[in-house]
């Protein structure tokens, strides 16, 4: 829900909306009767008929095929029954991210929590008695016990992600292991377990340094070719362009979430002042250039930005096929031919 400065209610936002006024706010509502009923089913099932997580999800994928609904996995259960969302309460701070280093969870003691931020759907005492149960199931796990059952996944499935945990009956859910060992990949190296996607990125990296530095180079020919006068700074890259405005080029990497779904996080270097952020982004298998970005400075105030496969028409605005716009504002021509 979209809210001013008072606190009214100015509309419920749709899939892709955001806020565009910085004194709004933004904050969670009931969603519609029959949603709000299935996840009131959910905690019943759960508490009251004692099916686990992967019997609800069944139970609603049957009914699904009647009522065209999203599809219900083990994960997306548990993640109804562990959520504070459900009961009003809104923690963040749940993990914590600085400048070229990777994004860690953060344990409990550093989360920040707001009690009674949103209107509940779920009584604190159904939420409490779900997660005890769920607890209780998880303590009864040994350090040896979970990174045995680990072992066991790997061996069956090859390889190891936090959906695959999460969908395993019996087994504790990805956020107990991450709680345990600090995380899932402290968990996945005691086990003797490296996540080829880790080698995958790597190479990745390595090829989108050496097309950065070709796009670079291919952009500086191109309006040196179309008579305008362009200088790069050795140590930034950044361009400066008819001595009128700079220009930052940055290449978007796809990837690839656990549902399938492809994202591409952009960060602005605001420390180089750029006029303009020329946006590279990458096919899914980050092959080939998909497409391009320009975002102009005074348009754009934040120091990252995520784009999704479908973006708001308010982003779409700043895409092109090709570089021919962004080639067509350093063209220059002689006043005569343009008279």
């Known amino acids: 829900m979209l809210r001013g400065p008072a606190g009214e209610d100015k509309g419920v936002l749709t899939l892709g909306e955001q806020k565009s006024i910085q004194t709004d706010r933004v904050i969670l509502v009931p969603g519609p009767a029959d949603e ?9 099932f759960f508490l009251r008929d004692g099916k686990n997580e992967s019997g ?4 609603l994928n049957l ?6 609904t999203d599809v219900w996995s083990r994960g997306s259960v548990h993640e109804v029954l562990t959520n504070e969302k459900y009961i009003g309460n809104n923690v963040y701070n749940k993990q914590s991210f600085k400048l070229k280093k990777r994004r860690v969870l953060n344990p409990p003691d550093m989360w920040v929590r707001c009690n009674g931020a949103f209107k509940p759907i779920i009584s604190a005492e159904e939420f409490c008695a779900a997660r005890e149960i769920i607890d209780k199931r998880s303590r009864r796990f040994t350090n040896d016990e979970l990174l045995g059952q680990l072992k066991t996944l790997l061996q069956r499935c090859g390889r190891l992600s936090a959906l695959l945990i999460d969908e395993v009956d019996g087994m504790a859910s990805s956020s107990v292991y991450r709680s345990r060992f600090g995380s899932l990949v402290r968990a996945y190296i005691l086990i003797g377990y490296v996540p080829e996607r880790d080698y995958e990125f790597i190479e990745i990296n390595r090829k989108l340094r050496r097309l950065h530095a070709d796009t670079v180079r291919d952009v500086v020919q191109q309006i040196s070719d ?3 006068q362009i200088t790069k700074d050795n140590d930034t ?4 362009i008819n001595n009128e405005f700079t220009a930052s ?3 978007a990497r796809c990837r690839s979430t656990e549902t399938g779904f492809s994202r591409w996080r952009i960060l602005f270097d605001t420390a180089l002042g750029a006029d303009i952020t020329l946006v590279v982004r990458m096919s899914s298998n980050n092959a080939a250039v998909l497409d391009y970005y320009i975002f102009p400075s005074l348009d754009i105030s934040i120091s990252r930005l995520l784009l999704s496969e479908h973006n708001p028409v308010n982003l779409e605005t700043y895409r092109f096929d090709t570089l021919a716009y962004f080639f067509g504002m350093a063209r220059r021509t002689r006043i005569p031919d343009a008279a």
């Not at 009914?63 to 065209?68: C, S």
């Not at 890259?237 to 400066?240: C, F, I, M, N, V």
């Open 237 to 240: 890259d950044l361009l400066t």
């Open 36 to 44: 709000v009923a299935v996840i009131r089913e959910i905690y019943r």
């Open 226 to 228: 179309l008579g305008g």
């Open 249 to 251: 080029i940055v290449l």
């Open 56 to 59: 609800i999800a069944n139970i």
């Open 63 to 68: 009914r699904r095929q009647k009522r065209g």
